[in-house]
Protein backbone atom coordinates (compact mmCIF):
# COMPACT_ATOMS: atom_id res chain seq x y z
CA UNK A 1 0.00 0.00 0.00
CA UNK A 2 2.90 2.35 0.91
CA UNK A 3 4.56 1.78 -2.68
CA UNK A 4 1.47 2.89 -4.48
CA UNK A 5 0.78 5.93 -2.72
CA UNK A 6 4.49 6.28 -3.05
CA UNK A 7 3.98 5.79 -6.91
CA UNK A 8 1.15 7.93 -7.23
CA UNK A 9 2.88 10.80 -5.05
CA UNK A 10 6.10 10.40 -7.56
CA UNK A 11 3.57 10.77 -10.67
CA UNK A 12 1.70 13.71 -9.16
CA UNK A 13 5.14 15.42 -8.43
CA UNK A 14 6.42 15.08 -12.00
CA UNK A 15 3.18 16.01 -13.75
CA UNK A 16 3.33 19.20 -12.07
CA UNK A 17 7.11 19.91 -12.74
CA UNK A 18 6.38 19.16 -15.96
CA UNK A 19 3.46 21.42 -15.96
CA UNK A 20 5.49 24.16 -14.88
CA UNK A 21 8.14 24.09 -17.48
CA UNK A 22 6.13 23.46 -20.39
CA UNK A 23 4.61 26.98 -19.53
CA UNK A 24 7.76 28.58 -20.76
CA UNK A 25 9.57 32.02 -19.25
CA UNK A 26 6.46 34.49 -20.43
CA UNK A 27 3.28 33.54 -18.41
CA UNK A 28 5.57 34.61 -15.08
CA UNK A 29 6.45 37.48 -16.97
CA UNK A 30 3.21 38.17 -17.95
CA UNK A 31 2.20 38.01 -14.39
CA UNK A 32 4.55 39.86 -12.92
CA UNK A 33 3.46 42.82 -15.56
CA UNK A 34 0.08 42.82 -14.73
CA UNK A 35 1.48 43.29 -10.99
CA UNK A 36 3.16 46.26 -12.24
CA UNK A 37 0.00 47.66 -13.97
CA UNK A 38 -2.00 47.04 -10.52
CA UNK A 39 0.52 49.11 -8.95
CA UNK A 40 1.07 52.04 -11.04
CA UNK A 41 -2.56 52.22 -11.18
CA UNK A 42 -2.76 52.11 -7.03
CA UNK A 43 0.25 54.59 -7.25
CA UNK A 44 -1.23 57.44 -9.69
CA UNK A 45 -4.49 57.01 -7.89
CA UNK A 46 -2.42 58.30 -4.63
CA UNK A 47 -0.85 61.13 -6.12
CA UNK A 48 -2.26 64.44 -7.38
CA UNK A 49 1.12 66.16 -7.85
CA UNK A 50 2.12 68.66 -10.72
CA UNK A 51 5.62 67.44 -10.57
CA UNK A 52 7.24 67.61 -13.66
CA UNK A 53 9.16 64.70 -14.60
CA UNK A 54 11.66 63.25 -17.23
CA UNK A 55 10.51 60.59 -19.16
CA UNK A 56 11.45 58.34 -22.18
CA UNK A 57 9.82 59.65 -25.59
CA UNK A 58 6.26 58.24 -26.50
CA UNK A 59 7.26 56.13 -29.53
CA UNK A 60 10.14 53.64 -27.85
CA UNK A 61 12.66 51.97 -30.21
CA UNK A 62 13.09 48.23 -29.69
CA UNK A 63 16.67 47.85 -28.40
CA UNK A 64 16.07 51.21 -26.62
CA UNK A 65 13.39 49.36 -24.31
CA UNK A 66 15.46 49.02 -21.45
CA UNK A 67 17.34 52.49 -21.38
CA UNK A 68 13.72 53.70 -20.88
CA UNK A 69 12.37 51.47 -18.46
CA UNK A 70 15.66 53.24 -16.67
CA UNK A 71 14.65 56.10 -17.00
CA UNK A 72 11.09 55.38 -16.12
CA UNK A 73 13.01 53.95 -12.66
CA UNK A 74 15.38 56.97 -12.02
CA UNK A 75 12.67 59.50 -12.75
CA UNK A 76 10.60 58.06 -10.16
CA UNK A 77 13.20 57.46 -7.51
CA UNK A 78 14.42 61.06 -7.91
CA UNK A 79 10.90 62.43 -7.59
CA UNK A 80 9.07 60.63 -4.82
CA UNK A 81 9.35 59.39 -1.36
CA UNK A 82 10.66 55.92 -2.00
CA UNK A 83 9.15 55.19 2.03
CA UNK A 84 5.82 55.27 0.69
CA UNK A 85 5.14 51.49 0.30
CA UNK A 86 3.31 51.80 -3.00
CA UNK A 87 5.82 53.91 -4.01
CA UNK A 88 8.36 51.67 -2.89
CA UNK A 89 7.06 48.45 -3.99
CA UNK A 90 6.59 49.67 -8.06
CA UNK A 91 9.82 50.53 -8.07
CA UNK A 92 10.93 47.45 -7.04
CA UNK A 93 8.66 45.86 -9.36
CA UNK A 94 9.77 47.90 -12.35
CA UNK A 95 13.89 46.48 -10.82
CA UNK A 96 12.93 42.57 -11.14
CA UNK A 97 14.40 40.40 -13.24
CA UNK A 98 11.00 39.25 -14.95
CA UNK A 99 10.16 42.78 -15.36
CA UNK A 100 13.22 43.37 -17.11
CA UNK A 101 13.31 40.28 -19.06
CA UNK A 102 9.74 41.31 -20.24
CA UNK A 103 10.07 44.54 -21.44
CA UNK A 104 13.85 44.19 -23.39
CA UNK A 105 12.21 44.03 -26.66
CA UNK A 106 15.77 44.47 -28.47
CA UNK A 107 15.55 40.84 -30.82
CA UNK A 108 18.78 42.41 -32.97
CA UNK A 109 21.70 41.08 -30.86
CA UNK A 110 25.30 43.07 -30.42
CA UNK A 111 23.18 46.18 -32.22
CA UNK A 112 24.60 49.37 -30.16
CA UNK A 113 21.13 51.46 -30.41
CA UNK A 114 21.25 55.06 -30.26
CA UNK A 115 18.40 55.60 -27.80
CA UNK A 116 17.68 59.50 -26.91
CA UNK A 117 18.43 60.51 -23.14
CA UNK A 118 16.34 60.68 -20.63
CA UNK A 119 13.74 63.48 -20.65
CA UNK A 120 15.45 64.73 -24.15
CA UNK A 121 11.81 65.44 -25.23
CA UNK A 122 11.65 67.43 -21.76
CA UNK A 123 9.50 66.87 -18.69
CA UNK A 124 5.91 65.71 -18.86
CA UNK A 125 3.86 66.07 -16.06
CA UNK A 126 3.06 63.51 -13.74
CA UNK A 127 -0.28 61.97 -15.26
CA UNK A 128 1.62 62.06 -19.06
CA UNK A 129 4.36 60.21 -17.47
CA UNK A 130 2.35 57.64 -16.18
CA UNK A 131 0.51 57.41 -19.10
CA UNK A 132 3.87 56.52 -21.00
CA UNK A 133 4.87 54.15 -18.40
CA UNK A 134 1.64 51.76 -18.46
CA UNK A 135 1.47 52.22 -22.29
CA UNK A 136 4.75 51.00 -22.33
CA UNK A 137 4.06 48.11 -19.71
CA UNK A 138 1.10 47.19 -21.56
CA UNK A 139 3.24 46.54 -25.02
CA UNK A 140 5.08 44.64 -22.90
CA UNK A 141 2.03 42.25 -22.18
CA UNK A 142 1.13 42.36 -25.76
CA UNK A 143 4.59 40.81 -26.92
CA UNK A 144 4.60 38.36 -24.00
CA UNK A 145 1.02 37.10 -25.44
CA UNK A 146 1.72 36.81 -29.63
Given at each position: ???????????????????????????????????????????????????????????????????????????????????????????KSLRNSLTVNALNFCTQ??????????????????????????????????????
Amino acid sequence: MKLVVLCLFAVCCWSLANTTTTEGPTRGQTRKLQEVLRQLNDVRESLQNDTMLNAPPENIEDCCSLTALECFRSSLQAHFVTTQKKMSKLIKSLRNSLTVNALNFCTQGNVEPTCSECGSDGEVNVQEFFNRLKSFIQEGITRLNN
